[in-house]
């Protein structure tokens, strides 16, 4: 019998409630909600105890939150028998957003009216017969939701002839063929090259101008800018000299902290949440962030599993038609640094390595840039040389132009790639024109030869 029942008692939904109610936000929704919830919806010992003493707080005027919480069950029987400080902190590590709390709390009680007809069964040895005759009403009442999974998917799922009828729009081109409504990209390159300035003038583009380099702006839409790195006395002036208007809206870590007290971690679901929140108020349709390291605390980059702290929300975001940028540092490598499966859900990958003579500039920076991934496009896009000058009066001028092939050549080799035949797949050329441009730089010393391959010089 208790093996049976905990099949149906679901601790996670409870830990879920108990760690919203220690994270300190409001619960006028939950209690409007659910007016008559009290402590024996909780089969968990600990969550009833946070639950409890959250109701007393309430009734008594005082902040509920974590710290509150612990300060009055420190030392009470009742935490010894919930198992101690260790379980409140176990808990607390269960924050939930009060939507998937509520949800949680729907699941709970439910979970408890099991529990009590199979205790009740338990005692009194009641046939699994009859133990099933009475939970099958709790199974119809959850299957008659007008919520419920199986009615959403059954009005999701239609027929393929159908599909173009059910009216979602395509999604529209922003920026030359890579970049369209919903999408989610990334840019990434080595520190100091000028990731920030890319991304920046793309922004800038976005909101107002008829191209970027070689790109058509082909749709002007409101952009989020987020920034956790630049001072912001910096990134005021770049944007400036760039000419962006007010539909560009700047949400720099400097400022927040400034104006609130408060910091940028976009691990956190509250964070993500208000972000969304901020895009669907002031209809913002492409979100920038600037960069991996900064915005997202707490992560380890290489933990592929780390990364669905983040995918959901991303995921979210495309759902509302809400395309997103993520800037990037390369690793020693050269590839994106971080695990590999952020790529997966992304729709385009831009790298920028090196020009001839040299990366970031005083005042602007030079750059090639180049698709490690692009969905979108119907043809291979070229690689792009590109420079960010800044004028005496802080205008920032950009020019463009098709990248030279040998410095597109000698990337590869830094990327490991020796070979005239493998270097020819990548650049979509020849294997006699990769040696021929290999030559010319191995006369001006860029180059040298190096067994059957090629070598940095």
């Known amino acids: ?176 063929e890579w970049f369209c409504e919903s999408d989610l990209s990334f ?33 002007h839409a409101p952009v989020l800018y987020v920034d956790g790195e630049m001072p912001l006395e910096s990134l005021e002036q770049r944007i400036a000299g760039m000419g ?27 964070a993500q949440d208000a972000i969304t929140r901020l895009c669907l108020r002031d209809g913002i349709k492409v979100v920038m962030l600037d960069n991996i390291s900064c915005l997202f605390s707490g992560m380890k980059e290489n933990g592929a599993d780390e990364w669905e702290m983040v995918l959901p929300w991303l995921l979210s975001l495309r759902r509302h038609r809400i395309a997103v940028i993520i800037v990037a540092h390369a690793g020693r490598n050269g590839l994106m640094r971080g695990t590999s499966r952020r790529e997966d859900a992304a729709f385009s990958v831009i790298r920028l390595d090196e020009t001839g003579d040299g990366g970031e500039l005083k005042n602007g920076a030079a750059f090639i840039s180049r698709f490690t991934k692009d969905r979108n496009s119907r043809t291979e896009q070229a690689p792009i040389e590109w420079s960010f000058t800044t004028g005496a009066d802080g205008h920032v001028t950009v020019s463009t132009k098709e990248a030279d092939g040998a410095a597109v050549l000698i990337e590869w080799v830094r990327d490991g790639l020796t070979g005239a035949k493998e270097i020819a797949a990548e650049m979509g050329i020849s294997p006699g024109t990769v040696s021929k441009m290999a030559k010319r730089a191995i006369e001006a010393g860029r180059l040298k030869k190096e067994g059957r391959g090629y070598a940095i010089a």
Request: net charge neutral.
């Open 244 to 270: 962006a208007d007010d539909s560009l809206t700047v949400l720099s870590h400097e400022s927040l902290f400034h104006t609130t007290g408060k910091v940028l971690n976009l691990t956190v679901p509250e």
């Open 187 to 219: 840019v990434f390159a080595p520190r100091g090259l000028g990731k920030t300035w890319f991304s920046l003038g793309l922004a800038s583009a976005i909101v107002g101008k008829e191209s970027f380099g070689p790109w058509k702006v082909h749709d």
């Open 1 to 176: 019998m208790e093996a049976l029942k905990s099949n149906y008692v679901k601790p996670e939904s409870e830990s879920a409630i108990a760690g919203w109610l220690l994270s300190g936000e409001d619960k006028g929704k939950l209690k409007k909600a659910f007016p008559d919830i009290t402590g024996a919806w909780f089969c968990t010992a600990g969550a009833r105890l946070i639950f409890e003493t959250s109701r007393a707080l309430t009734a008594e005027g005082q902040n509920v939150n974590g710290l509150t919480i612990a300060e009055r069950v420190a030392g009470t029987p009742a935490l010894v028998e919930a198992g101690g400080p260790a379980a409140l902190a176990h808990i607390n590590g269960s924050w939930s957003v009060a939507e998937s709390a509520a949800s949680s709390l729907r699941a709970a009680y439910g979970h408890r009216r099991v529990s009590e007809i199979l205790t009740t069964a338990a005692n009194r040895g009641t046939g699994a017969g009859d133990i099933i005759q009475q939970l099958k009403p709790l199974a119809e009442e959850e299957g008659q939701k007008p919520d419920g999974l199986f009615e959403a998917f059954s009005a999701g799922a239609v027929p393929f002839p159908l599909l173009k009828q059910i009216g979602i729009p395509p999604r529209r081109k922003i920026v030359g």
